[in-house]
RNA sequence: GGGCAUUUAGCUCAGUUGGUUCAGAGUAUCUGCCUUACAAGCAGAGGGUCGACGGUUCGAAUCCGCCAAUGCCCACCA
């Protein structure tokens, strides 16, 4: 193959998809249960709502990294795919989607909406899953499972039976967060904060039988229809006319009483508040505690219900400013404050969330974090960083029960029947609820119809927690091989913002369910937001589509884009350049392999300039192992790519490939040619795990393969522990003068086709000449008595030389400069003079530290000496 | 209100055990090159009081304290 028939482009689409093809051809992602150590990962499975995100991209490649790089040592890896029907979300989104077609929820039944929800997730569940090969993931597909698949839907109700005869799941009239427009419950952690400016109302309620009034401050007037009490400090002086008396709510005319708690602050607003009971958490504690009436004044859509008297019918916010004109004509306001405070919005719909008092299912979460928090605190389970044991541990210590159960339809039922009395039993089936009902209650005529199923869904989670158990069928047979086998899985890889939906929450049921992790390390992802520092999202319209993008520049070129820009933990700032930067960089490995395989070559003698430049860069490169292998164990995996990287650019294509490249029409000798072949077979394997597709093309046409063969079995190349620090020195020397000389070619307009010849004052050895010549184009290098005529000196460590050629370049700024290095010397000295005269530097210091200041003074001596020659050799001149 | 993190070149960020890769990379900028692998490239150059102040130390970008700015998490002040 003649080099110049390939072209000098790389093309990434129809490499990567020939690859793709046939990995998947000969199932090389295929994992079972063997002899070998067990890699396993699951994939936190992407919603269902939509197509995939950028952040996806950024997790799915560090996931492909991690798993890429094991199954190159050797391990047994599988990376399990999947889809998570995301419950309220993808519900909240066919809403939508039916209501543009003019349908409503309410027309559908719970079976029409289902087939409604099952055709929307089978295509969405298509495209990501299409996606997902797109970026080259390695996943053993035959795997794929769904949270809602028939194996996963089993399992997710036989947990809930066990924690319901653990007594762990119970039914309970509690405070919930409310979502109006979703209509259903949501846990506390589906509750996002936010700050908001508004008001602060301070309202006149008319004290029972005297002229006089209570003034109480509330951001929410719309609620007085549900007060069922005024609450004071007791400790209040200001507020002490107020014990024992009795007020009126506006409007209603119901007389409540005045009661004191602690719970008050004086200082805020009157220090008067109203008590809601059915509308606040603090007020219904508050109520419970004083035995007062709770009056729910909503309906499940926030509008007012018939305690709303006029204003029945009417939306919460709506009948917030219409109350306040009403009150206000009645002259029962006081003042209106704005005030800003924190309101709770549902993280799916972004409305706020009413406070409301609700039968629900909750799991008791207390015991249950028990060993879930001791394992990341003792690190057990490893997170990474490890900062987020802090945020972990604080959730973990202040655990509240979850609130399992949600008013939709999509998801799945909890298995609770009704019996026409009003109790119920869990059961799997309907059957055996039949079975149990009939025991408890000993009516043996009860028939399937007599029993109700609960109409609420699982949190969407409820199923995600159990994924890497479920995934392996570890509920249904919890002693199946491949469970015994792949669980603990090694490594998860998510996005921080979901540490307590879903990380915590795994951990909590890999104890309670199997007694041990469920995964040994977590690797935070940051997010990934626009230059603007917007976290990239479908809703914003800031993301890029990824599928654009690896259509553009190439899956590979994407991947190493994304990991050159995201440091562990930090989120990083998106800019589409980076991608170009990544398909730069793959262009420039393809053309390495054009140069490689242009090459004549023939049983010549190796030039010595060669065998310098393969054992520098044998050290150079198990240097570079080394490094990654740290970097890695510390899951630092952007270093690990920085460093092949800059391996692979600097030291591999600009300085030994281009030692060692032949002169044009000259042939290279076999065994450089040789060494050179494995040194790149070395790096397309070390660069595998980041760039999957562009190494196995090049690394299969590199040399004759095996049937069957692929890089992605091939291995991690080992550190080489003839490491020559010498050589590495005398290189970066030799480098030096290199850079040097090629300065002085652009800054005096010397051709880099000319040859010119360096001229060494003294009789310093210089080592490396074959490599000088080589690289800076010379002609030849002289030792010389004296200063050549109209040279430019430049000095490198010890070493004084000339780059001398037939013109007169030496100018007067030259002579500037090599005054002003002089001086910077002189200064340099009589620091170190300082430091090696100071008795506590030289009593404290380790002996290493001042043997090195001593060298870097001798070396400093050195330099000045020469400097002050060839200054004075210059004005001579 | 409590906690965590960040602040280093115009921009995006590395910098592990305090000294020996210590001030670094990518990108952008400027200069010169269409040099038989690559212009999606090569060679070279400029550019930073390491957020401020104080402390520990022989020695601080690095450790401690404090302050400032920014971001995130948590929390029932109406």
Same mark, same amino acid.
């Given at each position: 193959?003649?080099?110049?028939?390939?072209?000098?482009?790389?093309?990434?689409?129809?490499?990567?998809?020939?690859?793709?093809?046939?990995?998947?051809?000969?199932?090389?992602?295929?994992?079972?249960?063997?002899?070998?150590?067990?890699?396993?990962?699951?994939?936190?499975?992407?919603?269902?709502?939509?197509?995939?995100?950028?952040?996806?991209?950024?997790?799915?490649?560090?996931?492909?990294?991690?798993?890429?790089?094991?199954?190159?040592?050797?391990?047994?890896?599988?990376?399990?795919?999947?889809?998570?029907?995301?419950?309220?979300?993808?519900?909240?989104?066919?809403?939508?989607?039916?209501?543009?077609?003019?349908?409503?929820?309410?027309?559908?039944?719970?079976?029409?909406?289902?087939?409604?929800?099952?055709?929307?997730?089978?295509?969405?569940?298509?495209?990501?899953?299409?996606?997902?090969?797109?970026?080259?993931?390695?996943?053993?597909?035959?795997?794929?499972?769904?949270?809602?698949?028939?194996?996963?839907?089993?399992?997710?109700?036989?947990?809930?039976?066990?924690?319901?005869?653990?007594?762990?799941?119970?039914?309970?009239?509690?405070?919930?967060?409310?979502?109006?427009?979703?209509?259903?419950?949501?846990?506390?952690?589906?509750?996002?904060?936010?700050?908001?400016?508004?008001?602060?109302?301070?309202?006149?309620?008319?004290?029972?039988?005297?002229?006089?009034?209570?003034?109480?401050?509330?951001?929410?007037?719309?609620?007085?229809?549900?007060? +069922?009490? /005024?609450? &004071?400090? $007791?400790?209040?002086?200001?507020?002490?006319? %107020?014990?024992? *008396? #009795?007020?009126?709510? !506006?409007?209603?005319?119901?007389?409540?009483?005045?009661?004191?708690?602690?719970?008050?602050?004086?200082?805020?607003?009157?220090?008067?508040?109203?008590?809601?009971?059915?509308?606040?958490?603090?007020?219904?504690?508050?109520?419970?505690?004083?035995?007062?009436?709770?009056?729910?004044?909503?309906?499940?859509?926030?509008?007012?219900?018939?305690?709303?008297?006029?204003?029945?019918?009417?939306?919460?916010?709506?009948?917030?400013?219409?109350?306040?004109?009403?009150?206000?004509?009645?002259?029962?306001?006081?003042?209106?404050?704005?005030?800003?405070?924190?309101?709770?919005?549902?993280?799916? +719909?972004? /409305?706020? &969330?009413? $406070?409301?008092?609700?039968?629900?299912?909750? %799991?008791?979460? *207390? #015991?249950?974090?028990? !060993?879930?928090?001791?394992?990341?605190?003792?690190?057990?389970?490893?997170?990474?960083?490890?900062?987020?044991?802090?945020?972990?541990?604080?959730?973990?210590?202040?655990?509240?029960?979850?609130?399992?159960?949600?008013?939709?339809?999509?998801?799945?039922?909890?298995?609770?029947?009704?019996?026409?009395?009003?109790?119920?039993?869990?059961?799997?089936?309907?059957?055996?609820?039949?079975?149990?009902?009939?025991?408890?209650?000993?009516?043996?005529?009860?028939?399937?119809?007599?029993?109700?199923?609960?109409?609420?869904?699982?949190?969407?989670?409820?199923?995600?927690?159990?994924?890497?158990?479920?995934?392996?069928?570890?509920?249904?047979?919890?002693?199946?091989?491949?469970?015994?086998?792949?669980?603990?899985?090694?490594?998860?890889?998510?996005?921080?913002?979901?540490?307590?939906?879903?990380?915590?929450?795994?951990?909590?049921?890999?104890?309670?369910?199997?007694?041990?992790?469920?995964?040994?390390?977590?690797?935070?992802?940051?997010?990934?937001?626009?230059?603007?520092?917007?976290?990239?999202?479908?809703?914003?319209?800031?993301?890029?589509?990824?599928?654009?993008?690896?259509?553009?520049?190439?899956?590979?070129?994407?991947?190493?884009?994304?990991?050159?820009?995201?440091?562990?933990?930090?989120?990083?700032?998106?800019?589409?350049?980076?991608?170009?930067?990544?398909?730069?960089?793959?262009?420039?490995?393809?053309?390495?392999?054009?140069?490689?395989?242009?090459?004549?070559?023939?049983?010549?003698?190796?030039?010595?300039?060669?065998?310098?430049?393969?054992?520098?860069?044998?050290?150079?490169?198990?240097?570079?192992?080394?490094?990654?292998?740290?970097?890695?164990?510390?899951?630092?995996?952007?270093?690990?790519?920085?460093?092949?990287?800059?391996?692979?650019?600097?030291?591999?294509?600009?300085?030994?490939?281009?030692?060692?490249?032949?002169?044009?029409?000259?042939?290279?000798?076999?065994?450089?040619?040789?060494?050179?072949?494995?040194?790149?077979?070395?790096?397309?394997?070390?660069?595998?795990?980041?760039?999957?597709?562009?190494?196995?093309?090049?690394?299969?046409?590199?040399?004759?393969?095996?049937?069957?063969?692929?890089?992605?079995?091939?291995?991690?190349?080992?550190?080489?522990?003839?490491?020559?620090?010498?050589?590495?020195?005398?290189?970066?020397?030799?480098?030096?003068?290199?850079?040097?000389?090629?300065?002085?070619?652009?800054?005096?307009?010397?051709?880099?086709?000319?040859?010119?010849?360096?001229?060494?004052?003294?009789?310093?050895?210089?080592?490396?000449?074959?490599?000088?010549?080589?690289?800076?184009?010379?002609?030849?290098?002289?030792?010389?008595?004296?200063?050549?005529?109209?040279?430019?000196?430049?000095?490198?460590?010890?070493?004084?030389?000339?780059?001398?050629?037939?013109?007169?370049?030496?100018?007067?700024?030259?002579?500037?400069?090599?005054?002003?290095?002089?001086?910077?010397?002189?200064?340099?000295?009589?620091?170190?003079?300082?430091?090696?005269?100071?008795?506590?530097?030289?009593?404290?210091?380790?002996?290493?530290?001042?043997?090195?200041?001593?060298?870097?003074?001798?070396?400093?001596?050195?330099?000045?000496?020469?400097?002050?020659?060839?200054?004075?050799?210059?004005?001579?001149?």
């Amino acid at each position: 193959m003649r080099s110049n028939q390939i072209s000098t482009k790389y093309n990434p689409l129809k490499v990567e998809k020939k690859w793709y093809n046939y990995w998947m051809r000969k199932k090389f992602f295929k994992s079972v249960p063997d002899a070998r150590q067990p890699y396993s990962v699951v994939i936190p499975p992407p919603n269902v709502t939509g197509v995939l995100h950028m952040g996806h991209i950024l997790n799915n490649t560090i996931q492909d990294i991690l798993v890429r790089r094991s199954r190159m040592l050797g391990k047994n890896v599988c990376l399990v795919p999947g889809t998570d029907h995301a419950s309220i979300a993808t519900e909240a989104k066919i809403i939508a989607k039916l209501s543009k077609e003019g349908i409503c929820k309410n027309d559908l039944t719970r079976e029409q909406f289902l087939e409604y929800a099952w055709n929307w997730t089978r295509k969405y569940k298509k495209i990501i899953l299409e996606q997902l090969k797109k970026i080259g993931i390695s996943c053993d597909w035959d795997r794929t499972c769904f949270t809602m698949d028939k194996q996963r839907s089993k399992s997710v109700i036989k947990v809930f039976i066990h924690l319901y005869k653990k007594k762990m799941i119970y039914r309970s009239f509690r405070m919930i967060n409310w979502d109006p427009v979703a209509k259903t419950a949501i846990s506390n952690e589906e509750v996002i904060y936010k700050e908001q400016s508004g008001k602060l109302y301070y309202i006149k309620y008319k004290i029972v039988g005297e002229n006089n009034y209570a003034t109480i401050a509330t951001t929410r007037p719309e609620t007085i229809f549900g007060d +069922t009490a /005024v609450c &004071i400090n $007791p400790n209040d002086k200001k507020n002490e006319y %107020l014990k024992g *008396k #009795k007020v009126v709510v !506006p409007f209603v005319n119901r007389e409540i009483p005045v009661i004191e708690d602690d719970y008050v602050e004086s200082e805020f607003g009157t220090g008067c508040l109203k008590i809601t009971p059915a509308h606040d958490i603090n007020d219904y504690i508050l109520s419970k505690k004083y035995g007062l009436g709770i009056l729910n004044i909503f309906n499940d859509d926030a509008t007012l219900n018939k305690y709303g008297l006029q204003y029945e019918g009417k939306d919460r916010f709506f009948v917030r400013t219409e109350i306040e004109k009403d009150l206000n004509a009645l002259g029962l306001i006081k003042e209106v404050k704005v005030y800003k405070n924190k309101i709770g919005f549902s993280e799916r +719909t972004n /409305v706020p &969330i009413e $406070p409301r008092l609700s039968v629900q299912w909750f %799991l008791a979460m *207390k #015991k249950l974090a028990k !060993p879930a928090l001791e394992a990341v605190m003792t690190d057990k389970i490893q997170f990474h960083p490890s900062r987020f044991k802090n945020i972990y541990r604080h959730w973990m210590e202040n655990i509240k029960d979850w609130n399992i159960s949600r008013q939709l339809w999509w998801g799945h039922r909890i298995p609770a029947y009704f019996l026409p009395e009003g109790d119920f039993v869990v059961a799997e089936t309907q059957k055996k609820a039949l079975v149990l009902a009939r025991k408890k209650t000993g009516n043996s005529g009860l028939q399937l119809s007599d029993l109700q199923q609960d109409e609420s869904s699982l949190d969407t989670w409820f199923s995600s927690w159990l994924w890497p158990i479920v995934v392996f069928n570890g509920i249904n047979k919890p002693n199946n091989k491949e469970i015994n086998y792949y669980y603990p899985t090694s490594d998860l890889v998510t996005a921080p913002d979901i540490i307590f939906f879903w990380v915590a929450r795994m951990i909590i049921s890999g104890y309670e369910l199997r007694q041990k992790p469920c995964f040994h390390n977590v690797y935070f992802t940051g997010i990934v937001r626009d230059k603007l520092g917007n976290k990239m999202s479908k809703s914003l319209g800031n993301s890029p589509e990824p599928l654009d993008l690896i259509n553009h520049y190439g899956a590979d070129s994407v991947r190493l884009g994304l990991m050159l820009s995201s440091s562990i933990g930090n989120d990083i700032f998106f800019n589409e350049i980076c991608c170009e930067q990544g398909r730069n960089f793959n262009n420039k490995m393809w053309n390495v392999f054009r140069l490689l395989k242009g090459w004549q070559v023939a049983d010549t003698e190796q030039p010595e300039s060669s065998t310098i430049s393969i054992l520098w860069f044998r050290t150079q490169l198990s240097l570079t192992i080394r490094r990654m292998n740290y970097s890695f164990s510390k899951y630092r995996i952007s270093e690990a790519l920085m460093n092949i990287y800059k391996l692979f650019k600097d030291d591999f294509s600009s300085w030994y490939l281009e030692i060692i490249k032949p002169k044009y029409g000259q042939s290279m000798d076999r065994k450089t040619y040789e060494v050179t072949l494995d040194f790149f077979d070395s790096l397309l394997r070390l660069f595998h795990p980041f760039i999957p597709f562009i190494t196995e093309e090049l690394w299969q046409f590199l040399k004759i393969r095996k049937e069957n063969e692929s890089i992605m079995f091939s291995t991690i190349p080992k550190v080489n522990f003839s490491e020559n620090w010498l050589i590495t020195e005398k290189m970066e020397e030799a480098k030096e003068i290199i850079s040097n000389i090629r300065a002085v070619r652009l800054k005096k307009n010397i051709s880099n086709k000319e040859k010119i010849v360096l001229q060494i004052i003294g009789s310093y050895k210089l080592d490396y000449a074959s490599v000088i010549i080589n690289m800076a184009n010379l002609s030849d290098i002289e030792m010389v008595e004296k200063r050549p005529n109209g040279a430019v000196f430049f000095l490198v460590k010890t070493t004084e030389y000339a780059v001398a050629i037939r013109r007169n370049i030496y100018t007067k700024e030259d002579l500037d400069k090599l005054k002003n290095t002089l001086q910077y010397y002189r200064d340099f000295l009589s620091h170190i003079q300082v430091k090696l005269n100071n008795k506590n530097f030289v009593s404290k210091a380790p002996v290493k530290i001042i043997e090195f200041e001593k060298k870097k003074k001798i070396d400093a001596e050195s330099r000045i000496k020469s400097l002050e020659k060839i200054i004075t050799s210059l004005n001579n001149g």
